[in-house]
């Protein structure tokens, strides 16, 4: 759930029961006319979900490198009081947009860690933060936030990097856009930890949206795309929607900004160039996994899917910890790979159309399930002319197969019950 943020629309003072407010996510920003004296008591707390920000009325936020470079990127006024403040930068009056300089924002950067937020108590805007010009502050480790009440759209990169690697944090009300690099490396080396956190809008990518650090952290209240060439080495991620995750390198599910592993509401789709491995589970409806090359995968943790495909040309090796079914999911169907490995902690089944396409398949299905049923037979098949199987384990309950081409039966082992 994404956190709370309050929001109120005042032409006048705010009634007595604003005094004492519990925001459970459905109030959003602050939003002040005239003038407020805000003496109330407010927690962002939600039982259900995790602590917010109470946003005061905000003003929209251009980085640029001057005023002609803002304005034509949208910014309808001319005011630098975004500018002032550092190392927390905000505008300040009844301003709709202000204008931080790229030049400012790279100095405070030298010996601090920055922050940039649309909160405003008088601002007029609705809180956009537009990243127009690339901002480096290379060499440096400290970290750059940026904090939007509404969208958050980078169209030039934000860079970190030589021997610095510092963090780099975007939190938006909305919607996170991605048209441009995020880098944080120390010695041409992944360094640091990028975080992303959106509301319902999500967080999208263009073109040339990537994202490349040690670590990437996601949380996001709407589908998540990230689909170009990143470059990280542990990921996790909460998501109610679907996430589309692509990486360079091998790399490793695991725990980032406290969250543990990647869980979505929808379907989520991993593509890999080298192996993955994982430390944490995942948790989702459809998982859809693709590899090129070396790209493998090693997922034997206690993951939760409801529905398995993978294209993968190295190995492939995955753990439910209940119920599995090997069927279609996004552009997928069925299990391709150099070897497969499959156990389920309940029933193994494939979907119609569906197989598991190898020449070295390893079936196991334990504690409360059998492989396949007699009504439904569990497919396979060779990926060139012939299969060496191996099936069972010592928890095997039986199965039920219908292979396709030969299988090399001298191979084929059943483990003891």
Known sequence: MFPPIAYFRSWGALPEWTSILTLLGVIRRV?????????????????????????????????????????????????????????????????????????DLQ????????????????????????VVNPVNWDGSTYSLTLTAANNIVVDASLQTAAVGGGDITLTAGNQITLNAPLISTSNATPNGKVTLTAGNGGIASGASGTVTALNLGI?????????????????????????????TLGYSIGSVNAIDGITASGTVTLH??????????????????????????????????????????SGFSFTNAGALEIGTVGSNSGVTAGSVTLNAGGALTTAAAATVKSDNITIQSTAAGQVGTEASLFATEAATTS???????????????????????????????
Do not use: C, W
């Open 219 to 247: 949380s996001s209240s709407g589908n998540v795309s990230l689909p170009n060439g990143n470059t990280f080495s542990t990921v996790a991620g909460t998501i109610t929607g679907d996430l589309n995750l692509n990486n």
């Open 272 to 313: 890999a160039v080298d192996a993955v491995t994982q430390t944490k589970p995942i948790s989702a409806i459809g998982l859809e996994l693709t590899g090129t090359g070396a790209g493998s995968y090693t997922l034997t943790g206690a993951n939760s899917v409801g529905i398995l495909a993978a294209n993968v040309q």
């Open 107 to 130: 100095l405070a950067l030298v010996a601090n860690a920055v922050s940039v937020t649309t909160a405003n108590a008088s601002g007029t805007g609705i809180g956009n933060i537009k």
């Open 31 to 103: 939003h002040i006319k005239n003038s407020l004296t805000f003496n109330a008591n407010v927690t962002t707390s939600a039982p259900k979900g995790r602590v917010g920000t109470l946003l005061l009325d905000p003003t929209n936020i251009y980085i640029a490198t001057d005023q002609a470079s803002a304005t034509s990127a949208g910014m309808v006024t001319t005011d630098t009081s975004a500018g002032t403040g550092a190392p927390n930068f905000t505008a300040v009056g009844a301003v709709q947009d202000s204008l931080l300089t790229v030049t």
């Open 387 to 417: 299969t060496a199987f191996t099936i069972g384990n010592a928890a095997f309950l039986g199965g039920y197969f219908d292979h396709t081409d030969a299988a090399a039966l001298s191979t084929v082992s059943l483990a003891a019950n």
